[in-house]
């Protein structure tokens, strides 16, 4: 059996699923050749996260079997209801900004530049102007985010772009539109590919301070 | 799902699943190491291929075949 991750004491998941009960918590598991990838665990959790009041999911990515995960769930029991509590009733959007294309892998500089120096400092001018136009972006993005959601919100950073988490109520997933509307008519954004997803289990909003390994 | 003139994809969590759109795999492949990590392995995928990082080197092998030989990652 492979472990999905904790509901609250008590709860009833769908058959396919197998509980565990601990103290505190209850461990959620499937059957092992259910959920052999990565990608087929995060379904299996997006179910969870969708019959269950509450849902604390593993990363898809940890390959973690019942007993590991139940033997968690007693050690840490008290950290996971408290975590259960605070994302009782609220739900993962997830928006992914990727850059502009342009000036991609590297800004382009001009063929006629005198010197080596001056092709140096060109090209340091693009960096310098590629970075101001993905702050724009990301600050367009945060604004328009901003107004929609009071959450939670995590940031992360690659190279190819930018993703924003933020955790809402269920009931705010029908008014993704809205959302959507306010990206398409941000300022700042023009340029940029963006994606918005939900609900998703709270994912980015996991994270168990103090209950470590 | 839908779009409009400004590029904006927006989709349910099961359609970026099922979806090539490069922006929802981008997404979803972001979300894949999220949620609670109790060790410092993971389990990284590439297509849906298992692959373990273990410091510097890469294990190029699904784990399935590592662990059939009885062999530790």
Redesign the interface.
């Known amino acids: 059996m492979i472990a999905l991750?904790w509901t609250a004491q008590g709860m009833i998941a769908p058959a396919r699923f197998t509980m565990a009960g601990q103290p505190h918590c209850t461990t959620i598991a499937v059957a092992e050749r259910d959920a052999a990838?990565?990608?087929d665990r995060?379904?299996l959790?997006?179910d969870c996260a969708r019959t269950l009041p509450a849902f604390?999911?593993?990363?898809?990515?940890?390959?973690?079997c019942l007993d590991?995960a139940c033997d968690?769930g007693h050690r840490h029991g008290m950290s996971i209801a408290t975590r259960l509590e605070a994302l009782r009733g609220r739900v993962q959007i997830?928006?992914?900004v990727?850059w502009p294309t342009e000036g991609q892998p590297a800004p382009q500089v001009e063929a006629s530049v005198p010197t080596g120096r001056d092709w140096l400092v060109a090209r340091a001018s693009g960096w310098r102007g590629t970075a101001a136009r993905r702050a724009r972006i990301a600050g367009g993005v945060r604004d328009a985010l901003s107004t929609w959601s009071a959450g939670p919100v995590s940031e992360?950073h690659?190279a190819?772009?930018l993703?924003i988490?933020t955790l809402v109520p269920s009931r705010r997933v029908s008014d993704?539109?809205t959302l959507?509307r306010a990206?398409?008519?941000a300022p700042d954004?023009a340029g940029?590919?963006?994606?918005?997803?939900?609900?998703?289990?709270a994912?980015?909003f996991?994270?168990?301070a103090g209950a470590?390994? | 799902m839908h779009e409009s003139d400004r590029d904006v994809v927006i989709a349910s969590a099961d359609a970026a699943l099922q979806s090539s759109d490069g922006r929802l795999v981008d997404l979803v492949d972001s979300l894949l190491s999220e949620g609670v990590c109790l060790r410092g392995e993971l389990w990284l995928s590439v297509a849906d291929v298992d692959l373990v990082f273990a410091g510097i080197d890469v294990v190029l092998c699904s784990h399935d075949k590592i662990r059939a030989r009885g062999e530790r990652p």
């Open positions: 991750g990838t990565p990608r995060m379904r959790q997006l604390l999911p593993l990363a898809p990515t940890l390959r973690m590991e968690h997830s928006l992914r990727l992360r690659d190819r772009g993703q988490d993704l539109d959507g990206l398409r008519c954004l940029a590919a963006l994606a918005l997803s939900g609900p998703w289990p994912l980015s996991a994270s168990l470590g390994p």
